[in-house]
């Protein structure tokens, strides 16, 4: 067992990398992200920023979502 306050932290790379991983699968929301790759929102949204500045993933903004009727972010690989 680990001493308390020795777990390595995840790099940014490690986060990126876990975040592609899972769309391969399928498209996501942020939040289904945020979930899956146990971090915060705040820093998926920065990751997923980072993603989609290189081309790597596609960002769409949708007005509501069908069970809630909230507005919602999914996010897709892009497909070349």
């Not at 942020?30 to 596609?58: A, H, M, P, W």
């Amino acid at each position: 067992m680990l001493p308390i306050g020795s777990m390595k932290r995840r790099t940014a790379l490690d986060i990126k990398k876990e975040i592609l991983r899972l769309l391969k699968e399928k498209d996501m929301s942020l939040r289904e992200l945020e979930s899956k790759v146990n971090t915060n929102y705040q820093t998926i949204k920065t990751q997923v920023k980072e993603l989609e500045f290189f081309g790597l993933i596609k960002v769409t903004k949708h007005d509501r979502n069908e069970k809630n009727g909230r507005g919602f972010t999914s996010v897709g690989l892009v497909r070349k």
